[in-house]
Nanobody, 115 residues
Framework: QVRLVESGGGLVQAGGSLRLSCAAF????????MGWYRQAPGKERELVAE???????MYADSLEHRFTISRGYARNTVYLQMNSLKPEDTAVYYC?????????WGQGTQVTVSS
């Protein structure tokens, strides 16, 4: 069984930064693409950023180059560096992988940006 564990959320003032971490635990036989999604109250879950097993990254257009996704040295770990945070970035952030046909989500970490 594979599970994802996120950390690093919290409360920050507008303009501040946070770094989210996600690690995959369990029997994963290869390096897999990983992604970050977020869901704000009353809104649908949306893609924030993805990174391939080779390290190529893609981002949601709305982020204006404020976020950076990267892989850690440990296998199947991923980070999301968030800079110049805005109140509209407030959401629960989820880590995601797709493995052996299964869509796997972490428990989510709350990010709250105050104005």
């Amino acid at each position: 069984q594979v599970r994802l564990v996120e950390s690093g959320g919290g409360l920050v003032q507008a303009g501040g930064s946070l770094r989210l971490s996600c690690a995959a635990f369990g029997s994963i036989s290869k390096i897999v693409p990983m992604g970050w999604y977020r869901q704000a109250p009353g809104k649908e879950r949306e893609l924030v950023a993805e990174i391939t097993n080779g390290g190529a990254a893609m981002y949601a257009d709305s982020l204006e180059h404020r976020f950076t996704i990267s892989r850690g040295y440990a296998r199947n770990t991923v980070y999301l560096q968030m800079n110049s945070l805005k109140p509209e970035d407030t959401a629960v952030y989820y880590c995601n992988i797709q493995y052996l046909g299964e869509n796997i989500w972490g428990q989510g970490t709350q990010v709250t940006v105050s104005s």
